[in-house]
């Protein structure tokens, strides 16, 4: 049986702040195999980007670093690599020919100096070794699957003179350039709006089936989660809470945290009914708290209906909820 495509084991990334090491994320599990989508959710700063920044060794420089934990890769040739301890020019290679990364902003990731065809082939030319011509020819074929028309004007073009959805297409296209065995897709579809958002989903869907990639997909968005991934990762406050396929998570929650998320999307005519009785959409009371300040023992407990006092002593491991469901609570069989 092949080994997964990304494997982590025990992770803790940590942030030098004020003198003292500020774990940004810890205890984090994550297997993703081949063809597979697993989707990262949670609030602002519970962790989800230190977790995709930690796997492509881009945490940034001198103040953080991975204090713990094991980040391994199934590479193209099949070989399995350790990311952690990596060196510079070790890890630039692996970025460059075996992880794409799409972020939320493409105007951030795209050079505007340079056009959009230049800036596809320059990892072709740099991992791949191919001439110019041949890197441009690619940039264009890359355009054209990911559904841009008329890739060879588009290809001379320069991000301000695409859309945003053609532009995200565009760093898609220079994600998978290199065809990597893992794309890390964060907050990819946050900037559009919702038919240029199902569109660019479609899009990612089509393209895992073609070359059989797995995907990390960060989001906060719990509709985007259901659309495109088999399972999903709850994190709070730098852990994982929750994990499992993601059928079995938002059908039935085995943690407070998740159950609460899930209570807060709204439903179709669900605002109209409440306004009407005059009662607010369902939130979680309290606030996620500061990774400096975190309370003893579990992290949501100051915020749970469900909490008692062996949750405020220890942090809880992940007990296993089913064979395929895991959760970070001692009272998940209440849930």
């Known amino acids: 049986m092949d080994a997964p495509i990304l494997s982590i084991s025990g992770l803790r990334a940590v942030f030098r702040i004020a003198g003292r ?9 994550l297997v993703i195999g081949s063809g597979e989508t697993v989707a990262l959710v949670g609030e602002s700063g519970s962790g989800k980007s230190v977790t995709s920044l930690s796997i492509i060794g881009l945490l940034p420089k001198n103040i953080g670093r991975i204090a713990e934990g094991s980040i391994a890769l199934r590479r193209r040739d099949g070989t399995v690599t350790e990311l952690t301890g990596l060196d510079p020019e070790s890890l630039r290679k692996v970025r460059g020919n075996d992880i794409g990364m799409v972020f939320q902003e493409p105007m951030t990731s795209l050079n505007p100096v340079y ?52 532009r995200q297409r565009a ?40 070359r059989g990639m797995g995907i990390l997909f960060v989001t906060h968005n719990l509709g ?4 495109i991934a088999d399972r999903v990762a709850v994190m709070y406050a730098g852990r994982i809470v929750e994990s499992g396929p993601v059928s079995e998570v938002f ?14 999307v709204p439903r179709l005519g669900q605002a109209t009914t409440l306004k009407a009785a005059g009662t607010p959409l369902p939130t979680i009371a309290g606030n996620v708290p500061s990774l400096a300040l975190l309370p003893k023992g579990c992290s949501f407990a100051p915020r749970c209906a469900l909490a008692v ?17 895991q959760s970070r609570c001692l009272r998940w069989e209440d849930l």
């Not at 985007?224 to 659309?227: G, H, N, P």
């Not at 059908?251 to 807060?264: Q, V």
């Not at 809880?316 to 909820?321: E, K, S």
């Open 21 to 29: 090491d500020i774990a940004a994320v810890q205890d984090v599990d």
């Open 115 to 166: 056009s959009i065809g230049e800036q596809i082939a320059e990892p072709i030319r740099i991992h791949l070794g191919r001439s110019h011509r041949d890197a441009a020819s690619d940039a264009v074929r890359l355009l054209a699957q990911v559904g841009i028309p008329d890739p060879d004007r588009r290809a001379r073009q320069y991000p301000h003179e695409l859309s945003g959805g053609m």
């Open 309 to 325: 006092d062996a949750c405020r002593t220890a942090v809880p491991p992940l007990f296993a909820a089913t064979s395929t469901q």
């Open 251 to 264: 059908t039935r929650p085995r943690h407070p945290y998740t159950a609460g998320l899930m209570r807060s």
């Open 224 to 227: 985007v989660v259901a659309e």
């Open 171 to 210: 760093t898609i296209a220079m994600a998978l350039s290199c065809d990597p065995t893992l794309l890390i897709a964060d907050e990819p579809t946050t900037a559009l709006d919702v038919t240029i958002q199902a569109q660019i989903l479609d899009l990612l869907a089509a393209l895992q089936a073609q």
